[in-house]
């Protein structure tokens, strides 16, 4: 009984443990600051992918815009602080 115990105790901690490292599971990004882009810098970069932003800010190691897309929708969305690029999939 007490094998049992100690066993379902480690298995119970090792749960809790797990959250602790969810920002270092690699899908993170971590750029150095001085290779980040600017926020007009950005700007262009989203426009010339057919996003008219309307607030951008820095969040989480990526840049968090509103935007609306070439079909005139809203979206909510992250860009690579240092291309830009807009990172489908990235969750803050």
Known sequence: MSKVLSLSALVVMMGLATPAF???DGRRLNVPADQWL????VIQKLSAQGYKVTKIE???????????????????????P?????LVGYDD
């Open 22 to 24: 969810a920002d270092n």
């Open 82 to 86: 240092a291309t830009g690029q807009v």
């Open 38 to 41: 600017s926020v007009s810098e």
């Open 58 to 80: 820095a969040d989480d190691g990526a840049y968090e815009f509103d935007a609306t897309n070439a079909d005139g929708v809203r979206v909510e969305g992250h860009a690579h």
